[in-house]
C-alpha cells in the first residue's frame, strides 16, 4: 500500500519493530517507517482493543502511539528513526504507575 520514492543515494538504519529487525532510510520517521515495512497497526485502543496505525502523520491525531527504546506514549509520527532503536506497539491502557513523577509535580 505504501512506497518510498526513489532516491539516488539511500543511507539505512537498523531497528526493530516488535523484536523483529528492520531497516528505515536515514532521516525518517519511525511511523513512515513502519507503514514502509508494511506494519499496519502499531497499537490497540484502551476500551475496545480496536487496531490503530499511523494517519494525520504530523502529530494530530495520537493514533501512531508506540513505545520506543522503553519509553511509552512516543507519537511515532514525531520522532526520526535512529539506529538501534526499540519500537514496540502498545496495547490497550499503559500503565503509569511505576513511572517517577516530574520534579515540581508533588
Known amino acids: 500500500m ?33 507503514l514502509a515495512t508494511g ?9 475496545g482493543g480496536q487496531k490503530r496505525a499511523p494517519y494525520c502523520m504530523m502529530g494530530v491525531c495520537f493514533e501512531c502511539l508506540v513505545t520506543i527504546d522503553g519509553i511509552g ?3 511515532a509520527c514525531l520522532v526520526p528513526v535512529s539506529e538501534g532503536m526499540a ?9 503509569i504507575a511505576d513511572e517517577p513523577l516530574a520534579e515540581g509535580a508533588r
Open 2 to 34: 505504501f512506497r518510498r520514492l526513489p532516491e539516488s543515494e539511500e543511507v539505512t538504519v537498523r531497528f526493530s519493530i516488535d523484536g523483529r529487525s528492520v531497516t528505515a532510510r536515514a532521516g525518517e520517521t519511525v511511523a513512515a517507517a513502519l
Open 39 to 47: 506494519v499496519v497497526s502499531c497499537r490497540t485502543t484502551p476500551v
Open 73 to 75: 506514549n512516543r507519537q
Open 87 to 95: 519500537v514496540r506497539s502498545q496495547h490497550g491502557a499503559r500503565a
